[in-house]
T-cell receptor, first 115, second 115 residues
Framework: DTGVSQDPRHKITKRGQNVTFRCDPI?????LYWYRQTLGQGPEFLTY????????KSRLLSDRFSAERPKGSFSTLEIQRTEQGDSAMYLC?????????????FGPGTRLTVL | AQSVTQLDSQVPVFEEAPVELRCNYS??????LFWYVQYPNQGLQLLLK??????LVKGINGFEAEFNKSQTSFHLRKPSVHISDTAEYFC?????????????FGKGTKLSVKP
């Protein structure tokens, strides 16, 4: 299976700790997206990359959040000094990015619980 | 800016009955429209999409949706549901001709199919 993968699938941490999530997109996809999904809500866009360039960031992405895609392949999302409000499912998606419409393929998500 | 309203948070239905999940959107520009399905502890899977052309679009698993521009709606339908259709369904929009980063999701509709 060569779909989008995310690691870890679950993360439990204490408030104030830093956490890092990884996303591996489909290999030929040059666009990569991060979304956050809280309980009872739809996914909310956080940020996206075209190759290694971070082209768009949502207002939801506070200073404690940072995302990287250093070689245009996998991406990491780091949350510093976690708060209980950061508890959510973090979804990664990738797409080809070579036309006006590009289907986004989603990974299984990383569920973060901040105690 | 775009927004999506899913009018029903939960829809219970008996097996083999028809179902309609309602979605309305708001946008000042032309949009692409999508329906995604999310099974428990999994990522999102694309059911169907409207890009242009015929307003009736057919997707996977027997689902279809109709784009109504005058009513700004994109309701999802299935003539006969199965137990396996129990999942959460999300309507989403993205603008074309502009940012390629954003999918804007509704809050979701939980479909519960009872025997």
């Amino acid at each position: 299976d060569t779909g989008v993968s995310q690691d870890p699938r679950h993360k439990i941490t204490k408030r104030g700790q830093n956490v890092t999530f990884r996303c591996d997109p489909i290999s030929e996809h040059n666009r990569l997206y991060w979304y956050r999904q809280t309980l009872g809500q739809g996914p909310e866009f956080l940020t996206y990359f075209q190759n290694e360039a971070q082209l768009e960031k949502s207002r939801l992405l506070s200073d404690r959040f940072s995302a990287e895609r250093p070689k245009g392949s996998f991406s990491t999302l780091e949350i510093q000094r976690t708060e209980q409000g950061d508890s959510a499912m973090y979804l990664c998606a990738s797409s080809r990015g070579d036309s006006s419409y590009n289907e986004q393929f989603f990974g299984p998500g990383t569920r973060l619980t901040v105690l | 800016a775009q927004s999506v309203t899913q009018l029903d948070s939960q829809v219970p239905v008996f097996e083999e009955a028809p179902v309609e999940l309602r979605c309305n959107y708001s946008s000042s520009v032309s949009v692409y429209l999508f329906w995604y399905v999310q099974y428990p502890n999994q990522g999102l899977q694309l059911l169907l999409k409207y890009l242009s052309g015929s307003t009736l679009v057919k997707g996977i698993n027997g689902f279809e949706a109709e784009f109504n521009k005058s009513q700004t709606s994109f309701h999802l339908r299935k003539p006969s549901v199965h137990i396996s259709d129990t999942a959460e369904y999300f309507c989403a929009v993205s603008s074309y001709g502009g940012s390629q980063g954003n999918l804007i999701f509704g809050k979701g509709t939980k479909l519960s199919v009872k025997p």
